[in-house]
């Protein structure tokens, strides 16, 4: 089955340009960074994903951050996911 991949930068300028690509989808895709998080931008997006009903699927990205960067504990890790 053909995808298109819309790839989109977090800056919150183009949300409307993201909005409009979005009536086009049937799914979506968000590659969250484990240790920033989503971002204000990505919560209204996946709002509209939502109301157009598509599927929303979530990949946390950069796992490792939490063990190298930060230094954290397995237990605190586990809680993060």
Known sequence: ???TVIRTARAC???SQVTAALRLADGVLFVVD???GLMANGERLIQH???QG????L?????DRLVL???LP???RARRH
Do not use: F, G, Y
């Open 49 to 51: 994903a939502v109301q």
């Open 1 to 3: 089955m053909p995808s």
């Open 34 to 36: 484990v240790v920033e």
């Open 74 to 76: 397995p237990q605190e």
């Open 54 to 57: 598509l599927t929303i699927m």
């Open 59 to 63: 990949c946390v990205n950069k796992i």
């Open 69 to 71: 960067e930060l230094k």
């Open 13 to 15: 300028d183009l949300e």
